[in-house]
């Protein structure tokens, strides 16, 4: 059997030839690891040094970046002579362009496979092998590209352009397998992608199919990992993808039940402390709900927007940080208000509050308490910004 130098990006970083691997060291960011990386997202073909030069030391403070990159080249080079690869000259560098020639061994990489069914994919006319590159490309791509990585600049922006591929393609192969009632394919292919990027609409496409093949249990139970999820997580869905889910939460039918079963079903499984924590979706219709309630002169209530700020006192825009403030925030919802009030995630930095029964006149003081309690889980080192949008009377 001939050996071949086979690369693995996406989802984690691997190297082997034949069943021995190339280790590189313990430090997973190094700069001479991220060459071969580079390299190898595109074995054979040229890369300019200068590119390569921003890549790797653009967000570092370095005095001279080619003789950085000459001494990086060096280190692997040194590197290749030791690894499990017979000997060969593999770091080909002529005018300023360097590249990975394998010589007589084939290389190969899910990221450049990949890629060039993607290129393919746009160029080729015919269905059927349109749907072919697209599963492919499903099989190759295991997950995101070098998420050990996913801080460097050159990574986050290779893997923003592999993501938009791989949905595009994800996208057309689904609604492909539609077409041909591959209910069983539809799954499959779904249920891993929604592994992969949660609350991207793929577990539409998932519980959908279990619909179609009449796996109506299996189909609720996803239903509602899925929603309990993202009240857990506070994932997003577009728009569209909330409109959809909506449908598809209409389809949902249980058998038919005792008053038992009924009451069984309605009650809140564990009920917690303080405010009641739900999908956006679902506090949507919360809020509708009570809009009618109080045209009938029921309780009031009041619709808080509440906004983190970072440490300067703007709205905050970091992802990790807004989720991290996120969890604490809705701890100080737990804690401070009422069982009957309900909360949810709207956007990265902002969550609303449905206060039942609170007036006006309260809002001051209600948002005053949650900051306060929110500021002390922060260290003071966060705040939140309270802003009321309706009082049971503006729309």
């Known amino acids: 059997m001939v050996k071949k130098l086979w ?89 300023g362009v360097l590249r990975f020639d394998g010589g007589e061994i084939e290389v190969e990489s899910d990221v450049w496979s990949f890629e060039c069914a993607a290129q393919e ?15 492919k490309s499903w099989e190759l791509y295991q997950g995101e ?22 949905f595009r393609m994800l996208e057309y192969l689904l609604r492909v397998l539609k077409e041909e009632s591959d209910y069983r394919g539809i799954e ?30 299996e189909a609720e139970e996803a239903y509602r990992k899925t929603v309990t999820d993202m009240q857990k997580t506070g994932g997003l869905l577009s ?24 009451n069984k079903c309605l009650m809140e499984p564990a009920p917690g402390q303080g405010a009641y924590a739900c999908t956006l979706m679902s506090f949507l219709d919360c809020f509708r709900i ?15 927007l509440c906004t983190i700020l970072d440490t300067s006192g703007q709205p905050a825009n970091d992802q990790e940080y807004c989720t991290k403030q996120g969890e604490k925030l809705c701890a100080s919802f737990r804690a401070h208000m009422r069982r009957g009030d309900v909360y949810t ?11 039942i029964g609170a007036e006006k006149d309260n809002i001051t003081d209600i948002g005053t308490r949650i900051d306060i309690d929110f500021r002390k889980r922060c260290g003071g080192r966060s705040g939140i910004r309270c802003q009321l949008l309706d009082d049971g009377n503006i729309w």
Request: hydrophobic share 35%; glycine share 6%; with cysteine.
């Open 7 to 95: 690369v693995k990006m996406f989802g984690g970083f691997s190297a082997s030839y034949g069943d021995e691997v190339l280790t590189f060291g313990r430090q997973k960011d190094s700069k001479f690891r991220q060459l071969f990386q580079i390299l190898m997202t595109r074995p054979g073909q040229g890369f300019d040094k200068s590119d390569i030069a921003k890549s790797l030391y653009g967000w570092d403070e370095v005095e001279d970046t080619n003789a950085s990159l000459n001494n990086t080249i060096f280190r692997l080079r040194k590197y290749l002579e030791t690894s499990p690869l017979p000997p060969g000259e593999y770091l080909q560098l002529s005018e």
């Open 121 to 135: 994919f746009e160029k080729e006319q015919d269905k059927g092998r349109k749907a072919e590159l697209c599963k």
């Open 145 to 166: 590209f070098l998420p050990w990585l996913s801080s460097e600049q050159w990574v986050i922006e290779k893997s923003r352009n592999y993501q938009k591929l791989y």
């Open 188 to 217: 499959s292919i779904a249920a891993r992608a929604a592994e992969i990027y949660p609350y991207e609409g793929w577990e539409i496409w998932q519980i959908e199919s279990m619909m179609a093949l009449e796996r109506y249990k």
């Open 239 to 262: 728009k569209r993808q909330q409109e959809r889910f909506r449908k598809l939460g209409d389809k949902m039918r249980q058998p038919e039940g005792t008053a038992e079963d009924i």
């Open 290 to 304: 009570l809009k009618r309630v109080i045209d009938r002169g029921g309780n009031l209530f009041s619709l808080i």
């Open 345 to 355: 995630k709207y956007s990265e930095n902002q969550y609303l509050l449905l206060c």
